[in-house]
């Protein structure tokens, strides 16, 4: 392991350092992020695969107040995405990270969670999958505050059952509603993102930073 500590703090793991598009990257990176004033730490990784107990302690390590990211070298997995995530909120390719600095830098100030579009699509297909083999997985949260402008309570409780990965006779049953009240909201709530099944509704979720914690 190694750390730099500047107004951003970087640390690399798994040698990561060697790696020339690591220091590319982080030319790109570090300006972005010095600009905010705030503490984020910058974590470098090659690949989540190959961690150790004593680098998953690092990563487990913050402080009050930092915002943390994890930038990977080496294409990785929806599985091992939701892994990094029990770490820090955002995760993200160098190749993204670089392409897309204002979408990262947007990410830290509103101190939300990010994942690249080209991952989202994949992690929610897998989040669903899960769900539907009723494996034990991290329960994926609304940000409330997000959305309230948008959709109504009642639409909001439907789109927390939804990334929960309840069909529409376990939301009636949990919500007390009709089936046919269900309905009428599911459709609502399609209507307004554009989308036409659940799978995309996760997406889209994913993909407009209204998902506050995966934990």
């Given at each position: ?17 060697e790696d020339r598009q690591v ?178 509704v996760i997406t889209e979720c ?10």
């Amino acid at each position: 392991m190694i750390e730099t500590v500047s107004p951003i703090k970087v640390t690399y793991l798994q040698s990561v350092h060697e790696d020339r598009q690591v220091h590319v990257c982080q030319q790109t990176v570090t300006p972005v992020l010095e600009q905010l004033a705030r503490p984020v730490h910058v974590i470098y990784l090659l690949h989540p695969s190959g961690l150790t107990d004593e680098e998953r302690d690092v990563l487990k390590a913050g402080y009050p107040g930092e915002q943390k990211m994890i930038i990977l070298t080496s294409p990785v997995t929806p599985d091992q995405i939701l892994d990094m995530q029990n770490y820090a909120p955002i995760v993200l390719s160098a190749k993204y990270a670089m392409s897309f600095p204002s979408a990262m830098r947007e990410a830290v100030i509103n101190q939300l969670p990010h994942v690249e579009p080209d991952i989202s699509a994949l992690l929610a297909v897998r989040i669903s999958n899960l769900k539907e083999k009723k494996k034990r997985l991290s329960r994926i949260e609304l940000n409330g505050a997000d959305i309230r402008d948008s959709f109504k309570p009642q639409e909001i409780e439907v789109l927390q059952a939804i990334l929960d990965g309840s069909d529409t006779k376990q939301i009636s049953e949990d919500l007390y509603k009709a089936h046919s009240t269900v309905n009428t909201t599911l459709s609502k709530i399609y209507r307004k993102m554009n989308v036409t099944c659940r799978t995309a509704v996760i997406t889209e979720c994913i993909k407009r930073g209204w998902v506050l914690s995966v934990r």
